[in-house]
């Protein structure tokens, strides 16, 4: 489920992610949610090394590069999306259950 918030951005991330969503035919919205979902894993993995992730960030480069050249269908890109959106959440979960033990343990 979605929930709306108002973020304040930096003017030169604002143009970027504005650019992206022209590109890629998407809202403003979802770029902001697939940056996030893609860092989501990298960071976890740092403050928690015991959990595992996988990260799509490669597989996102590489499908922005296919469709540079028109090799890929929207819906191959909805197809990683939805996977990089589970891992962010799986990851999310573990984290939860990381920060869990350790509040116990203090």
């Known amino acids: 489920m979605l929930k709306r918030y108002q973020i304040l ?3 030169w991330t604002a143009e970027h ?5 022209e590109k890629y ?10 940056l996030l ?5 990298r960071m976890v993995s740092i403050a928690f090394p015991n959990v595992k992730c996988e990260f799509y960030d490669k597989n996102m480069v ?3 590069k296919s469709a540079n050249k028109d090799k890929r269908t929207m819906e191959d890109f909805h197809k990683l999306m939805s996977k990089v959106y589970f891992e962010s ?4 979960e573990s984290w939860f259950k990381e920060e869990a033990k350790r509040q116990k343990k203090t």
């Open 9 to 11: 951005l930096e003017d």
């Open 17 to 21: 992610l504005k650019k992206i969503g």
């Open 25 to 34: 035919d998407i809202s403003f919205s979802e770029a902001v949610r697939i």
């Open 37 to 41: 979902a893609l860092q989501i894993p």
């Open 62 to 64: 590489t499908m922005i």
């Open 89 to 92: 959440h799986k990851t999310i």
